[in-house]
């Protein structure tokens, strides 16, 4: 073997050493990062499969007592883990030797038994790094049971304190201590924060503003809905579950389903999906589950469990599609003090599958009820309409304590100057050396000529692992994939300050989007895959290969994409106005959009959902068309995005893919959930849903209105077949509407939403009528309102009689920001030549 070899192989098993030595969480989680301790005693308890030590074991923690004391309990109790208790008369501590940046669970053994000294009259303060976890708590408890307090906390450091502080003339004690490292993205760090009717912080669903896992988290309720107790020796994270019948307020409603099956799980115990693992949940939680008893009648079924009032809580919320017969996921509603948040396996949902263990995270602040309040309504619109939860998990979250330090030196031990300048400078040789073999490796590269993107630079320690090329860098198992755009992590680190949550601009299916600043001063959405999120490297891939080969200015632009260290990120050009949902929505806007305005962005994006089927080689379908995914930049152009879902292939008029659905309820082409056959005409259908919210600015679904106006597409036809079609219209813009103008775009909305789909038109088409409605908006063609707006002599014969102006798939104009790629068609040219349409060509 040559001798260089011999020291690149050296390097790398060093490497992977000093990584598995620095970063265990790299590795697979390992329940040996444990302390289970038996405070008071000299004597080693076994309880609950796990061995809580003495305080005479060598393994036991460091301890800080100044003043201190045991006492042991003289009447029987339940375990001898509750026999003895460790007093502290004045403020003491532990001291644990802890792996950094990991979350960990800490739990609190206490048992006020019969002793010389009285327990129950204990008054004290427990603190940890940053935090409170117990304030002028006391241990009472007339149950003669133990009360174990239970916390998430985030620790940095490779030593971890916790701190118990009596109150003036008072003590402390505990009777056991849990420690231990939890797997990784068991919590997450970043979160969506639910915003309820009458909070404070809004409504609807929006980003949780900074980190979650900045916070402590304390365990407040956890519900094994449907089922009995999960006891800590049933559960692999020596958790309680409790039953949920104390807490439901509909029982009549409500009935127990059980499933003897098995449970899927994900093949990897720390999949950051949403779908649960082994640690997340226990397959008894998910074979248990409150059911609705009549879905086609909607009952509902709600839970009220107390919390603290007007506090941030997380949520977690268990389910499993267990007794379902139907091919496809249950789909219902979700909502929160009686407000509607989202549907349940829509969208996210469509990509599991039955008997797939998942969850939803949000957090929630509480009202000033005193309880927190969750609800299941059936979508009665499903195949079998049914709604069902299986775990509820609730969790205060605490805030960092100014009067704690986050941060502190323990005052006895002394930092040996030789050993921090040696450990400084072996970690500048390390750097070095990583650095190096970075350098070499990329040198081999050749930068793809063609790409937009600047030469990344080094990034010290390199890539441990690529999605995409499986950590080669001899090519990409995708077919025609530009590497050129790929983007080193460490550029995008530094363009959005370590992907600090003030940059958060947005969050999808895929992920969070936060707003960054590239080296060269070009500002970019970032958007990067998250645990939790529905959508992965399929979509991650797909969207590469949709966007590497296009170039249009109604489609958003791919600037480049990263897939270091298992990391999935996107990067695309910057839209400062946001989502179109946004700008309808959205009443904090200093101005509403006008109806010229909405047309004239609807026209962008037909433009761009046409030339995806028409323009670009073998024809492209979008297949998850909605408002979110339609953006805007500064000057109100509409630019279509997401393209996770697309879809390429051969396309014309009767051509389909046939394809498992995929899509977002409410926009979803009926045809194709029915059929499973892809065709262009399902984003027509889809778009027309688009239409009808630009008109109305209102949600696709909306389940608090009355059940015929729930589903917009529906509501929508049924006015206009009744000719009231006005009383829908967004109130900013009525009366701003040129009747002709509405008229026509009316029509075309009607058009796109047939339940056939040849009966749609195609988006040439579509395009071509609502630049007609946005001519008669702005006046250039005159009609009176009672005229009919698909053909008039009269009018027809004011204008010239000029051929038709040709699709615009057969136009194309050079984009020298898009060379190796397709370009774009010219949509200036329209405008000019529309205004000589005549009457007649406006279908």
Not at 10 to 37: E, V
Not at 61 to 70: G, L, Q, V
Request: aromatic share 10%; charged share 20%; hydrophobic share 35%.
């Amino acid at each position: 073997m040559p001798m260089a070899i011999q020291h690149y192989i050296i390097l790398l098993s060093f490497l992977l050493q000093f990584s598995l030595l620095q970063f265990p969480s790299l590795g697979l989680y390992n329940l040996q990062h444990t302390y289970f301790i038996n405070c008071g005693s000299d004597i080693n308890v076994k309880e609950n499969n796990n061995l809580y030590i003495g305080e005479s074991n060598s393994t036991y923690p460091k301890t800080i007592f100044t003043k201190s004391s045991t006492e042991t309990s003289q009447s029987s109790v339940l375990s001898p883990l509750y026999q003895t208790a460790r007093i502290f008369h004045s403020e003491s501590s532990y001291e644990f030797n802890t792996i950094p940046n990991n979350t960990y669970m800490v739990r609190f053994h206490f048992l006020s038994f019969s002793s010389s000294t009285n327990l129950s009259s204990a008054k004290f303060n427990v603190s940890v790094p940053g935090f409170y976890l117990l304030q002028n708590f006391d241990a009472k408890n007339t149950t003669n049971t133990p009360l174990i307090k239970e916390y998430f906390v985030k620790i940095i450091r490779k030593r971890f304190k916790i701190t118990f502080t009596p109150q003036t003339s008072s003590f402390a004690f505990v009777n056991a201590i849990e420690l231990f490292m939890l797997p990784i993205h068991f919590i997450p760090d970043s979160i969506a924060r639910f915003n309820y009717i009458g909070s404070t912080t809004g409504r609807g669903l929006s980003t949780y503003t900074g980190s979650l896992l900045s916070r402590a988290l304390e365990t407040k309720h956890r519900l094994n809905v449907g089922g009995e107790t999960v006891t800590r020796l049933t559960d692999n994270l020596s958790r309680n579950w409790l039953p949920d019948n104390s807490y439901i307020t509909t029982p009549q409603n409500a009935y127990d389903g059980n499933f003897n099956g098995d449970i899927k799980r994900s093949a990897d115990d720390e999949s950051d999906g949403p779908n649960s693992n082994q640690y997340i949940a226990p397959d008894i939680v998910y074979q248990n589950a409150k059911e609705s008893k009549n879905g086609s009648n909607g009952l509902s079924i709600s839970w009220s469990v107390p919390v603290e009032k007007n506090i941030d809580h997380f949520l977690r919320l268990h389910f499993c599609d267990l007794l379902n017969p139907q091919p496809g996921l249950t789909t219902f509603f979700l909502y929160i003090y009686d407000t509607y948040v989202q549907n349940v396996n829509d969208g996210v949902g469509l990509l599991f599958e039955l008997r797939d263990p998942y969850y939803y995270d949000y957090v929630v602040r509480s009202d000033s009820s005193g309880v927190l309040k969750v609800t299941v309504t059936p979508n009665k619109t499903d195949f079998k309409p049914n709604a069902f939860l299986n775990g509820l998990e609730l969790m205060k979250v605490i805030e960092s304590s100014g009067l704690v330090p986050a941060d502190y030196f323990d005052s006895k031990s002394k930092v040996r100057l030789p050993v921090l300048v040696g450990s400084v400078i072996g970690g500048l040789v390390l750097v070095s050396v990583i650095a190096v073999v970075y350098l070499c490796k990329i040198r081999k590269q050749t930068p793809d000529e063609n790409s937009n993107w600047l030469p990344v630079r080094a990034v010290a320690g390199g890539s441990s692992h690529s999605r995409l090329t499986d950590g080669t860098t001899q090519g990409s198992p995708l077919p025609n994939i530009n590497l050129g755009l790929k983007i080193s992590l460490l550029d995008l680190q530094l363009a959005t300050e370590n992907f600090d949550a003030k940059w958060i601009i947005g969050k999808g299916g895929f992920g969070i989007v936060y707003r960054g600043v590239l080296g060269n001063g070009k500002i970019v959405a970032v958007k990067r895959s998250e645990p939790g999120c529905g959508q992965g490297l399929q979509e991650f891939q797909a969207e590469i290969m949709v966007l590497s080969k296009i170039r249009h200015r109604h489609l958003v632009s791919l600037i480049g994409y990263c897939d270091e260290r298992n990391e999935m990120i996107l990067v695309y050009e910057y839209m400062e106005k946001g989502t179109l949902r946004d700008s309808l929505y959205n009443t904090n806007l200093p101005n509403f959009l006008s109806w010229k305005q909405r047309l004239e962005i609807c026209i962008g994006a037909a433009r761009g959902i046409h030339y995806l089927h028409k323009g670009a080689t073998g024809g492209i379908i979008h297949r998850d068309v909605k408002s979110t995914n339609i953006l805007l930049d500064e000057n109100l152009v509409a630019k279509v995005a997401d393209f996770g879902l697309s879809r390429t292939g051969p396309l014309d008029q009767h051509s389909y893919v046939s394809t498992g659905v995929k899509g977002t309820f409410g926009y979803l082409d009926p045809e194709y959930f029915r059929s499973q056959q892809l065709t262009e005409k399902s984003d027509v259908y889809s778009f027309g849903v688009v239409l009808l919210e630009v008109l109305c600015a209102r949600p696709a679904i909306e389940p608090a209105l009355p059940r015929e106006q729930v589903n917009l597409a529906e509501w929508g036809v049924f006015c206009k077949d009744k000719g009231i079609l006005e009383d829908i219209i967004d109130p900013s813009i009525k009366g701003h509407v040129d009747q002709n103008s509405l008229r026509k775009f009316s029509e075309i909305v009607e058009k796109c939403l047939q339940d056939d789909g040849s009966d749609r038109p195609s988006m040439g088409d579509v395009l071509w009528d609502l630049e007609y409605a946005l001519q008669l908006q702005r006046g250039a063609i005159h009609r009176q309102p009672h005229e009919d707006s698909s053909n008039s002599a009269f009018v027809s014969i004011q204008l010239p009689n000029v051929r038709r102006f040709p699709s615009l798939s057969t136009l194309s104009e050079t984009d020298d920001m898009s060379i190796g790629r397709v370009t774009d068609e010219s949509d200036t040219a329209a405008d000019t030549v529309f205004s000589q349409l005549k009457i007649g060509d406006g279908r």
